[in-house]
């Protein structure tokens, strides 16, 4: 199942990003136009994530109640074509598996141009589309555990897996039919290792799979990390950015404030022991330059301080 990122951002969290897992249709109605299949399941996915049965499932029977709601009792659901704009058909059941931990949607399609494509097996599966309302390490299986809340059901062409069948109805008559079958390694794959068989093949790729998986899961946290430190950061930002305005403020009017004469030569003809020596403006001002400048700007400071301007 391939589910396309949609941009809603409540809850200020990610969209639903690429999710690979593949779950067929599971049976096909020809006379009624309905199509039977799981919509999502709680199976780690080739992205390195986990669709979680139990808090997606409220998301789920909220939306579908809605569209119920909405269309006066008509549609528990849509249902579109590759997450795109295209209105292929309406959910005619929904159903919650506990068990299989799984959702189970019938869909009956009306445009005559999406029906065409899943009689003709171009349509193989269902997807969810949608939006993460939470995302979480799976502390058993080290991948990334996430609630869902959807917006639509979508019809999808992704390739099938080999030997997956779905039941075709007519006439009351079930007939089982094939996707269509797996691929053979090639004869230059072949020639290369003639070893190679599409067993040891399909063998290998659960297991690369897994390490991709993990990998992307990895960077996925790694990702929502930084995203939160910096969240963060803006925050403590906004928050001081009103203080250090305040304070280049006072200390501007302190810098702008001028000293009493009499006042400043007080100050700088103070000795060693605290005793004050009379001294000419000259003098003070000499002293003054002789200071370093972080001296001079806190004598400076404290001198407008001790002395401000009365209005």
Known sequence: MDTKNTKAHAWELAPLSLLDLFLPLMKVDLDRRLVTGVATAETPDRSGEIFDYASSKPYFEHWSAEA???S????LGAVRAMHGAIAAGKLTDIAFDDEGRRIVVQAKIVDDDEWRKVVEGVY???SQGGRYVKRWADPETGLI???AEPHEISLVDLPCLPGATFEVIKDGVGERRAFGAGREPSSAARADDPTQTADTSAAAAPEALAKAAGALAEAALRLERAADDNARLREALEEMSPRVRDLAERVGKLE???????AALRSLSKSADGEADEISAEEAIRRLKALPPEARALA????SLANPIRY
């Not at 006066?72 to 549609?75: A, I, Q, T």
């Open 124 to 126: 193989t599966g269902f």
């Open 256 to 262: 702008a404030q001028p000293a009493p004469a009499k």
């Open 145 to 147: 555990r996430y609630t």
């Open 300 to 303: 400076l400071t404290k001198l």
């Open 72 to 75: 006066g009792g008509k549609s």
């Open 68 to 70: 119920r709601a909405a």
